[in-house]
Every structure is written in C-alpha cells, then in structure tokens.
C-alpha cells in the first residue's frame, strides 16, 4: 500500500531529477520536514536541513550554470553520471521498509528514468547550442525550471493528478528522446561522411 501511495513521489521525483536532481531534494526535503509530504522509508533523511539546505545551494549553482552556452554542456556531461545513480539512491532509500528484494528494482527503475530523462536534456542542449541564436539556451533552461517545479507541486499538493502529468510527460520525454537522438545521429552521419569525402577528394 505504501508503494503505491509512493508512485507519484518516485516516478515524477525520477523523473524531475533527471533533469533537476539538486532541486528535486531540496524541494522533496523541505516539504518533507514541513509535513506536506511523507516520505517512504529511509527517504526521510532527506528532510534534515543539512540535506535540503545543501541540495539548495547546489541546485543555485546549476540554476546559472544551465543557462550559459558550452557551461551547460560541460555540467550536462558531468551529471550524466551523477543524477542516475543520485535518483537509484533516492529509490533505494524510498523502499527500505520493503526490504532489497524491493529496494533493488526500485533502484534501477528510478535510475534508468532519471538518466532517459538526463540523456534527452543533454541532447536537447546540444542541439539547441548549435543554433547561432543565443537567447533559445536560457529559455530552455528557465522552462525546465518551471516544468520540474511544477511537476513537484503536483507531487506534494495533487498526488493523483501528478500520477496521470508524470505519464504524459514521461511519454513526451520518450518522444522527445527518439527526436533528438535521430536530429544527433543525422547530424554525426553529416559530419563524418564530409569528412570522408574530403579524405577522399585528397
């Protein structure tokens, strides 16, 4: 029953720490130690302030650093690690009361969602940096800020209704997912095969 009642807070908490992990503890921590939301399991322990007040200041630094051109692929690059195993922890931790037989799948779910979601921001970013316009980065980034708070809103205030918006935007994440690996794979196919044939014109 405690699963279930915890759907909403895994999937879309997966889901939004691809794409804001740092933002996603401290948001889930304070509503947590504000009562606003039960946290499952071990979980808890991301309501000590120490933990919400770090991840804030965390999530401060990438709220700038997401939104500078070439900055946001060098961070994009570096949490491409850390967010999935960070969104794995998060499920292992939410799933102590059901023991490892539970805790383990409950891992890899979160962490495989948490890194589709972060392999798609990446790749997005990548093809929006090589636009010339420059304004099109900030956008981007500002609305996967408000996207993600929104989404943890949702989780805290509406948890049925954040159920049925985290499957919509998980499904446009996959949508999303397939597009931006084909526009990169055309592009590569592009780049290799001019170079090959100015190889070959030599």
């Not at 921590?29 to 039960?38: E, L, P, T």
């Not at 946290?39 to 630094?61: C, E, H, Q, R, W």
């Not at 636009?131 to 929104?150: C, K, M, R, Y």
């Amino acid at each position: 029953m405690e699963a279930l009642s915890s759907l909403p807070l895994l999937l879309g908490g997966s889901w939004t720490s691809g794409v804001r992990l740092y933002l996603t503890v401290a948001v889930l921590g304070f509503a947590g130690r504000m009562g606003w939301i039960g946290l499952p399991g071990d979980l808890k322990v991301i309501s000590n302030p120490l933990v919400f007040i770090a991840a804030g200041l965390l999530y401060g630094i990438e709220f700038f650093a997401d939104k500078i051109k070439y900055i946001d692929t060098i961070w994009d690059s570096i949490h491409t690690f850390i967010k999935p195993i960070g969104a794995a922890a998060l499920g292992f931790a939410a799933g102590s009361n059901l023991g490892p037989v539970a805790q383990i799948p409950l891992a890899m779910i979160c962490g495989t969602l948490s890194g589709g979601t972060q392999l798609t921001k990446a790749g997005t970013r990548l093809a929006i940096n090589a636009s010339p316009e420059p304004v099109s980065n900030a956008v981007v980034s500002t609305t996967e800020d408000g996207l993600s708070i929104f989404v943890l809103y949702m989780i805290v205030k509406h948890p049925v209704i954040a159920t049925v918006v985290i499957i919509l935007v998980l499904a446009l994440t996959v949508w999303l997912f397939i597009k931006v690996f084909k526009f990169i794979k055309k592009v590569l196919g592009f780049l290799f095969g001019r170079k090959e044939g100015s190889g070959q014109n030599k």
